[in-house]
């Protein structure tokens, strides 16, 4: 029933923008943080950026501080990220990503996550 589909990705030159967009249904948008996660090439999932449920509160890795924009409209479910300034090191595959958790005990928790976008950066 969740479902997360990510779009906006694409291939762009070095210093150019894009703006990445999920939609999200089958769950309460509006109260869970979200999250934009991505996957370089031959890499591990790095967290990109994280935003409140009404979001308030925003935060970034360092290397995209300045450049990158994560928003929200609650009321159309959906969760934005805006990359400026784009490094060939920002190429990924870029997910949106929200965690359920299953005991508030062990703070054991369920992943969500989209099918991922395609963001190339190149000359």
């Known amino acids: 029933q969740v479902q997360l589909v990510e779009s906006g990705g694409g291939l762009v030159q070095p210093g150019g923008s894009l703006r990445l967009s999920c939609a999200a249904s089958?769950?309460?948008?509006?109260?869970?943080?979200m999250f934009w996660v991505r996957q370089a090439p031959g890499k591990g999932f790095e967290w990109v950026s994280s935003?409140?449920?009404?979001?308030?509160?925003?935060y970034y890795v360092e290397s995209v501080k300045g450049r990158f924009t994560i928003s929200r409209d609650n009321a159309k479910n959906a969760l934005y990220l805006q990359m400026n300034s784009l490094k060939p090191e920002d190429t990924a595959v870029y997910y949106c990503?929200?965690?359920?958790?299953?005991?508030?005990?062990?703070?054991?928790?369920?992943?969500?996550w989209g099918q991922g976008t395609q963001v190339t950066v190149s000359s």
């Open positions: 089958g769950f309460t948008f509006s109260s869970y943080w």
């Open positions: 935003i409140a449920p009404g979001g308030g509160s925003t």
């Open positions: 990503n929200f965690k359920q958790y299953t005991s508030e005990v062990t703070w054991a928790s369920v992943d969500y």
